[in-house]
């Protein structure tokens, strides 16, 4: 069984930054992409910023300029760096992983349970 777990969320000025890190852990399964989304009451929730396994990396174009992705591959773990943070971006930020348990097998997601980030003066 795969899990993920976020931390670093927390309280910011606007104009701060705050870094998110997500692990992924378990046993014999490799990760095609981690990323991580975002979701307000009522909302969908929708992609921040992905890295697949190869390094390449997506962003919402909201977040574009501020934000970063990073991944450590050997130790499963992707890092959300967000700067110039704004009311805007306040919201439960959720880690996912896309994994297979070994070639040819299929993907599965697993979802972590969410770290909130408030943006505030």
């Known amino acids: 069984q795969v ?14 930054s705050l870094r998110l890190s997500c692990a992924a852990s378990g046993s014999r399964f490799s ?3 981690m990323g991580w989304y975002r979701q307000a009451p009522g909302k969908q929730r929708e992609l921040v910023a ?3 396994s190869s390094g390449s990396t997506n962003y ?5 300029g501020r934000f970063t992705i990073t991944r450590d591959g050997a130790e499963n773990t992707v890092y959300l760096q967000m700067d110039s943070l704004k009311p ?10 896309v994994a297979y348990l070994r070639p040819g097998s299929g993907y599965f ?3 972590g349970q969410g770290t909130l980030v408030t943006v505030s003066s």
């Open 3 to 16: 899990q993920v777990v976020e931390s670093g969320g927390g309280l910011v000025q606007p104009g701060g």
């Open 60 to 64: 919402a174009d909201s977040v574009k």
């Open 109 to 111: 997601e697993v979802w």
């Open 88 to 97: 805007e971006d306040t919201d439960i930020y959720y880690c996912n992983a």
């Open 31 to 33: 990760i095609n992409a």
């Open 50 to 52: 992905v890295i697949t």
